[in-house]
């Protein structure tokens, strides 16, 4: 099975063997990460310009260690002290990245679809590190990555991702990810965080009750309350979402006693996530940093031999 | 068209093969003392265990063991687009150990020069030694083997097979013609 995808869009146009071969390459490499000298030879010579138009620390900071551990020359560039400033388009600013001939594009975009325009109008590759409401193909991978370290599988897994879903990349992917590896899959959020045929998605069920999508669940995913990306309409005030669908010492013993709890970051602590769960035994938030490193790492590996060999 | 084959080394050729570089090895070293195998995937990692496990029949000592892949030290990966990557497992500190190298085929010794990268990423060995089960000639590299199970003159379009059975252990070494 060799991979074929010259883009990372989206999880959407992956098959079940292209994730398993992702999850695999990333097994391997992070050995590297906790060697003296955490450096391989393996992309000497590309160069990796990661571009994030949004905030973002984690997964910039994760693109760009896991492409230096590689020996790729990583650049980045981001929103605010670009010529976007300056009101250029994101296919000129694109066009003139390209011109100075990087073998990927790393982009974060506040708009969906952002990485998919890229990709039909430029040559090198493109990997979507999260395009607005739409996805965030590497946060999945990492999360699959996370659970089967911790239960050795993920078909037939049940796995609870509590928030708010309508405005979750992270959770859009996710779903994607899971239910073709044959997890099943709970959403939980109020009415209004829950976007209408969602369960049309595959193995998905949707609840509004937290105690009822938890229960015996073998994986809990709390979604961050994306602050910046909502008015006071969806929901009344944090103190009432934390108190409905808040992750709490009391509720966490409706999942399996030996259930993982993860997060994507940044943590809004008291909100979606009680400290008390947040360093809890359970969770494995930390883990899910760590395996970040090698999953992007096997997705620039696996994406740079893909172009290498169109270019023969 | 069948391709010819002609078996090379049957099974108890093999273990003979193993049982005398131990011997080679240890003669070397002076005995296992900082002795250290390494096995390049896939096949000389199995080697390497059966290597352990004879010099702990002869001198009664566990040498630590370790693999590893050298699919991200390769010099041919641009042109050989994404291969799969396997784990490299070298659960111990390589400064200070004579640490052996173990692969199957000797072929250009590129292999042998990515393995030995890999390695001194690692660490600093006192020394690094090869063994090889099979030396088919050919080298595009200043690279030689210190222990070798069987010297074979090959042909470029010839091709080596070291056969393992299920349970990874060899069964028999042939030479493919075209």
């Known amino acids: 099975m060799s991979f074929k995808h010259k883009h990372i869009l989206g ?10 071969l992702i999850l695999d390459t990333a097994d391997a490499f992070k050995e590297i990460n906790k060697r003296d000298i955490k450096k391989v030879p393996t992309l000497r010579g590309k160069t990796i310009i990661n571009a994030f138009f949004e905030a973002s620390t984690r997964t910039r900071l994760s693109f760009e260690i896991a492409g230096k551990r590689l020996s790729a020359d990583t650049v980045n560039i981001s929103g605010s002290t670009s010529s976007v400033v300056k009101g250029e388009t994101l296919e000129d600013t694109a066009k003139n990245i390209e011109a100075m001939a990087p073998d990927i594009i790393v982009i974060r975009h506040g708009h969906s679809g952002a990485p998919h325009y890229l990709a039909e109008r430029v040559g090198c590759s493109i990997v979507n590190a999260g395009d607005g409401a739409h996805e965030h193909p590497s946060q999945a991978l990492l999360d699959l990555l996370t659970m089967r370290d911790h239960k050795g599988r993920i078909e037939g897994l049940e796995v609870a991702i509590v928030g708010d879903i309508t405005h979750s990349r992270v959770a859009r992917s996710d779903i994607y990810a899971l239910t073709r590896m044959g997890a099943k899959v709970r959403l939980c959020g109020p009415g209004t965080m829950l976007p209408p045929g969602i369960e049309r998605l595959g193995n998905v069920k949707v609840f509004t009750s937290m105690r009822e999508a938890i229960k015996d669940a073998d994986v809990v995913m709390m979604l961050r309350i994306q602050l910046e990306r909502q008015s006071n309409i969806m929901l009344p005030s944090l103190r009432e979402y934390a108190r409905f669908y808040g992750l709490n010492p009391t509720n966490v013993k409706l999942a399996k006693p030996d259930a993982i709890i993860m997060h994507p970051g940044p943590m809004n602590r008291g909100v979606e996530i009680s400290s008390l769960v947040a360093d809890g035994v359970q969770n494995v938030i930390l883990d899910q940093v760590e395996n970040g490193v090698a999953v992007r790492m096997a997705l620039l590996y696996l994406v740079s031999g893909v172009e290498s060999m169109q270019t023969l | 068209m069948v391709k010819a084959e002609t078996a090379i080394l049957d099974k108890a050729g093999i273990a003979r093969a193993i049982t005398r570089i131990a011997h080679e090895i240890l003669e070397h070293n002076k005995g296992c003392k900082n002795l250290a195998l390494i096995g390049i995937r896939t096949g000389g990692d199995h080697l390497a265990a059966l290597l352990q496990a004879r010099i702990k029949d002869i001198e009664g000592v566990i040498v630590p063991l370790g693999t590893v892949d050298i699919t991200m030290y ?28 173990i692969d199957d085929v000797l072929y250009t010794g590129r292999t042998i020069r990515s393995a030995m990268d890999a390695l001194m990423d690692f660490g600093r060995p006192s020394t690094i030694q090869l063994a090889v089960l099979i030396d088919r000639g050919h080298r595009e590299l200043p690279i030689r083997a210190d222990y070798v199970g069987r010297n074979v003159p090959t042909a470029r379009e010839e091709d080596v097979a070291v056969v393992f059975s299920q349970n990874q252990s060899p069964v028999e070494v042939k030479l493919v013609k075209p």
């Open chain 1, 11 to 20: 999880i959407e146009q992956m098959a079940k063997e292209d994730i398993q």
């Open chain 2, 74 to 101: 390769r010099d041919d990966l641009a042109a050989r687009g994404n291969l799969p990557i396997g784990k490299t497992d070298i659960p111990f500190p390589l400064d200070g150990k004579h640490v052996v190298l």
